[in-house]
């Protein structure tokens, strides 16, 4: 990482690779004269000085921490030469009196200053270390962010502990002591000068330079999300369908072919079928479990993305991931699963072989019905392609929503638990029930992927649909019979939610409605974080008044 400022706190060093040889050959004690003379900081290498680098026997970057007073200490031209100096070409910076030099990382344990009870951080990509100029934390360069997210999966072992602590517990780009990460409401960054700037285009200096680039509040958030996902790199969006729309965007060219499943979120279905059509992009629609379909699909046209959701809503149908990916990818085919309705707790698609995964942060991961954003995690390579188009149109996430967002994030797995369990026992309750034809939910043996919903997901989610008996008259009284879930769009909130799909989400569509079977006495219901005996007397009495 590139020091470009006097006043820092961490210094990008090479990585120790030292020989026993060069070890011996340099001394942490030497003065200043014996590295380049009285009027240069001891062992400051000039840019570009690669040979001196190497006879010292370092290889690559790492950050050594100094003592919050180092730089106070440090000779103004040895201030000088530090922010001068490029990517991985700071040895060491002699202290303002010559006497007590810093020594290179190998030799750390043998200085007596100040910086001998600094720790020294061995391995940048897991430090996630910022630099500091007065006060102003640049970010940490955008490829460690997968590698910040990998160190936290390798520590710790479960869902929950990375849900808290991703992104904060081990360095983020935000200087702070707080245990929460701060909110930075700015819409730009500033350079202290035209030579930091340049430093910053030609990526010898990293920073933020946007908004809509770009905050560290919402790469906190983006690095929690990696690490649950266990995705290279994740990008933030304002909500879930900005997320899509810029995914089918960016991905797709002009003159080529998608293809989704039948039971799919309506508002990207539309959009995938009236607006793409535009560009000369057509859709091809599937059954979720028509595989020969997919293999036809992809033997006929050149596909460019698989896009499905799974469960998909409001059925549930569950996607093989796995196959699909498989069969996806021996033609060339990018798959992207939306992952809304299982959580990252219940579900990790890119483990199973998919490219991509969007989720709408509305629902579980923020899980209180207060903020919207959505995100998709995946390989560098294909985010940074969607970040490119996405820093053109916007979309942007608020620090604001970020932070609500990760603060809601610090109970996921608590609240996806929860859920998991009602929903099962409400999809259990409600398929026994006289007065309910059928149920939808992909934990209960009756439902027709059951047995791909056991083998990639460890939940099966807090929303379960179902059928009354009755018609649409019936099912609005038996939703307005209710005394504990709103009736309003969403899931996956702490409140229970409950809507009747074909007036809430198609009532303007009933061709629509026809053709993808959703019938007038179909309920969807999100089960919120309230006792299950409470909702279920609710269900119950309801049913009661309305049938």
């Not at 392609?385 to 970020?402: D, E, F, Q, S, T």
């Amino acid at each position: 990482m590139a020091v470009t400022s006097a006043s820092c706190h961490f210094l990008a060093l090479p990585k120790p690779f030292i020989p026993s040889a060069a070890a011996a050959s340099f001394d942490p004690r030497s003065t200043a004269a014996d590295h380049g003379g009285p009027d240069k900081p001891s062992a400051c290498l000039r840019p570009g000085s690669s040979s001196s680098l190497r006879h010292l026997g370092f290889s690559s970057a790492v950050i050594l921490r100094f003592p919050p007073n180092f730089v106070r200490q440090l000779s103004a031209k040895a201030r000088r030469n530090c922010s001068n100096i490029g990517v991985a070409q700071i040895v060491a910076a002699s202290w303002s009196n010559n006497t007590n030099p810093v020594s290179p990382p190998s030799a750390a344990a043998a200085i007596d200053g100040p910086l001998a009870a600094v720790p020294l951080v061995a391995d940048a990509d897991s430090a996630a270390a910022a630099v500091v100029f007065d006060g102003i934390a640049s970010p940490p360069q955008t490829a460690d962010g997968p590698k910040a997210a990998a160190s936290a999966s390798a520590i710790f072992s479960s869902d929950g502990s990375l849900a808290i602590h991703a992104g904060e517990r081990f360095g983020r780009g935000i200087v702070t002591d707080g245990i929460t990460t701060p909110i930075v409401n700015t819409s730009a960054y500033w350079f202290k000068n035209s030579d930091q700037l340049l430093d910053f285009k030609e990526g010898r200096h990293t920073s933020y330079e946007y908004g809509r680039y770009g905050n560290p509040t919402t790469t906190v958030l983006e690095e929690k999300i990696s690490a649950l996902e266990r995705a290279e790199s994740t990008l933030f969006m304002a909500s879930g369908m900005n997320a899509a729309v810029c995914l089918l965007s960016a991905l797709v060219p002009a003159g080529g072919h998608i293809v989704t499943t039948t039971d799919f979120y309506r508002k990207t279905r539309k959009y995938m079928e009236n607006e793409l059509p535009q560009k000369g992009i057509r859709t091809i629609v599937i059954d979720p479990a028509d595989v020969d379909s997919l293999k036809a699909a992809l033997d006929k046209h050149n596909v460019s993305l698989f896009f499905t959701e799974t469960p998909t809503n409001p059925f549930f149908r569950c996607v093989d991931i796995k196959l699909v990916s498989e069969l996806c990818h021996s033609k060339g085919a990018v798959v992207c699963i939306d992952g809304t309705f299982a959580s990252p707790i219940n579900q990790k698609a890119l483990m199973l072989g998919a490219d991509l995964v969007l989720h709408s942060a509305t629902k579980f991961i923020a899980g209180h019905n207060d903020v919207l954003g959505g995100c998709i995690s995946g390989s560098e390579k294909l985010i940074s392609k969607i970040r490119l188009y996405h820093n053109v149109v916007g979309g942007v996430l608020n620090p604001n929503a970020a932070y609500m967002i990760i603060r809601g994030m610090k109970t996921l797995h608590l609240r996806v638990q929860q859920h998991n369990s009602t929903a099962l026992r409400m999809a259990q309750f409600l398929e026994e029930h006289p007065k309910i034809i059928r149920v939808y939910y992909p934990g209960l043996p009756s439902h027709p992927e059951h047995h791909i919903a056991k083998k990639q997901m460890t939940g099966f989610g807090g929303v379960v649909s179902f059928e009354v008996d009755g018609d649409f008259r019936t099912t609005m009284k038996f939703i307005d019979s209710l005394k504990i879930p709103y009736n309003a769009p969403s899931f996956g909130g702490c409140e229970s939610i409950i809507d009747q799909p074909a007036l809430m989400s198609y009532w303007d569509g009933p061709l629509e409605r026809t053709k993808y079977g959703i019938k007038d006495n179909l309920v969807r219901f999100s089960c919120g974080l309230e006792d299950f005996e409470d909702l279920k007397a609710d269900i119950a009495q309801a049913l009661d008044a309305a049938i």
